[in-house]
C-alpha cells in the first residue's frame, strides 16, 4: 500500500515536471524566434529539471517525450507562419506603392502628351492661307469653309464663335467707330498685312492672322474666347 503511493507520488511528480519541460521548451523556441535572452535563461534553468524525466514510469516517458517534440513543432511553424505573414505583407505593401508611383507618373505622362498635342494642333493650319484661289469676292459659306480649313479642327468652334460676335463672317467688316476692320476685326486693320498685302480683301489672310493672334496672345482660339466670355472683347 506504501509503495503503491509512492508510485502515485512519483508519476504526479513526472508529469508536472514533464509539462514544466514541454512549456519550458516551447517558451525557448518563441523566445529564439522573438530574439529574447530571457526566455533562454529560462529554458536553460528549466532544462536541468529535465533528468527528472527518469523518474516517471518507463511506460509513460514515450509519452511525455512525445507531447513535448509536438509543442516545440508546434511553436516553431506559429514562428514560421509569423514570420512569413510580415514578409508577405511588406511585399505587398512595397508592391502596391510601386504601383501606385508608377499609375501616377503614367497619368502625368499623359496628360502632357495630351496638352502638347493640343498646343500643337492649336499653332498649326490645317492648309496655308494662299493655297486658297483668290476671287473678287466672297460668300459667309466661302468664308467659313476656309476657316474649317485653316483652323485646327478641335478650334474651330471657338475661332467661329468669336468672328460671329466680331463681324458676322463679313470679311469687309469695318467699324465706323474705330479702324477695327475684318472677321476678327483686327484694331487696326493694317495689323493684318503682316499676313498678307491683301490682307482687306482676302478672307484667307484674315483667318490667317487671326489664328496667329489667338495662339500668341492666348495659346489657343479657345483661349481667346475664354477671355471674350469674360471682357466681351479680346
Avoid at 478641335?154 to 475684318?182: K, L, M
Wanted: hydrophobic fraction near 40%; include cysteine; charge should be negative.
Amino acid at each position: 500500500m506504501l509503495e503503491g503511493n509512492r508510485v502515485s507520488r512519483i508519476s504526479v511528480r513526472g508529469f508536472a515536471v514533464a509539462s514544466a519541460t514541454a512549456v519550458t521548451a516551447v517558451g525557448s523556441v518563441v523566445g529564439v524566434a522573438s530574439g529574447s535572452t530571457a526566455q533562454n535563461v529560462d529554458a536553460e534553468t528549466t532544462a536541468s529539471d529535465a533528468t527528472l524525466l527518469s523518474d516517471i514510469p518507463m511506460g509513460q516517458q514515450a509519452q511525455v517525450q512525445t507531447a513535448s517534440l509536438t509543442q516545440q513543432a508546434d511553436a516553431q511553424a506559429v514562428a514560421a507562419d509569423n514570420s512569413a505573414r510580415k514578409d508577405a505583407e511588406e511585399t505587398a505593401r512595397k508592391k502596391a506603392a510601386s504601383d501606385a508611383v508608377a499609375k501616377q507618373k503614367a497619368a502625368e505622362k499623359a496628360e502632357a502628351d495630351r496638352k502638347a498635342k493640343e498646343e500643337a494642333a492649336s499653332r498649326s493650319a490645317t492648309r496655308d492661307a494662299s493655297s486658297f484661289p483668290v476671287q473678287a469676292s466672297y460668300t459667309i459659306a466661302e468664308v467659313q469653309e476656309m476657316a474649317r480649313q485653316i483652323v485646327p479642327a478641335g478650334q474651330f468652334t471657338c475661332f467661329s464663335n468669336i468672328v460671329d460676335h466680331e463681324s458676322s463672317w463679313n470679311y469687309r467688316a469695318d467699324n465706323p467707330t474705330s479702324d477695327a476692320y475684318g472677321l476678327v476685326q483686327a484694331l487696326p486693320g493694317s495689323k493684318m498685312a503682316s499676313a498678307g498685302a491683301d490682307w482687306a480683301t482676302n478672307p484667307a489672310t484674315q483667318i490667317k492672322w487671326g489664328l496667329n493672334y489667338m495662339n500668341e496672345r492666348y495659346g489657343s482660339p479657345c483661349g481667346a474666347w475664354n477671355f471674350w466670355q469674360a471682357n466681351n472683347w479680346y
